[in-house]
């Protein structure tokens, strides 16, 4: 958008640059050159020439105001086109410190993806072991059991057998 605005006002300038060199060229006073003859001039003719050269002389005023005008607002616009550069400079370097940040951030969460897929096999390998573990506890739970009462019948039997040998023993 500036840059057509800069373009823009460059044409402007050298369109009035044009006008303002032809007006010059025109109000310019030839000298008389020998092979022409000289010409004398009524007071009105006079009068007309002098209200042109005026004219001429006033309209080339308002087009180097004009001029200076446009100048000051091309400067302008030079200006804020090198403040919308550097600012875009700016945007761009942080846009490309945003992107490898988002790159080492994905390379990141790859390697915490991969370590919680490793613990979470370990995870399922100790809930086996667990199983196994807790299965074999109960076994050997009942198989403690199944002893206690069967020293518990063998300790009867034995208090049995002791007291029929002492009954028989005694009679």
Excluded: H
């Excluded at 044409?11 to 007006?23: D, E, N, P």
């Excluded at 846009?95 to 096999?121: P, V």
């Amino acid at each position: 958008m500036w840059k057509r605005l800069s373009v823009t006002l460059i044409g402007a300038l050298l369109v009035l640059s044009v006008l303002l060199l032809s007006s010059c060229y025109v109000s310019a006073a030839t000298l008389p050159d020998e092979s022409q003859p000289n010409m004398t001039l009524t007071f009105e003719e006079y009068n007309q020439l002098s209200n042109n050269l005026t004219t001429l002389q006033n309209n080339s005023t308002k087009q180097i105001e004009r001029i200076t005008q446009l100048e000051t607002l091309l400067n302008e616009a030079n200006n804020s086109t090198n403040q919308s550069d550097t600012a875009l400079t700016v945007a761009q370097m942080q846009l490309q410190r945003a992107k490898q940040q988002t790159q080492e951030q994905a390379q990141q969460l790859q390697k915490l993806n991969a370590l919680l897929q490793t613990q979470s096999e370990q995870l399922q390998k100790v809930n086996a072991s667990l199983v196994i573990a807790n299965q074999s506890l109960k076994e050997l739970s009942d198989e403690l059991k199944k002893r206690q009462v069967q020293d518990k019948k063998n300790k009867i039997m034995i208090a049995v057998i002791t007291a029929v040998a002492v009954y028989c023993a005694s009679r």
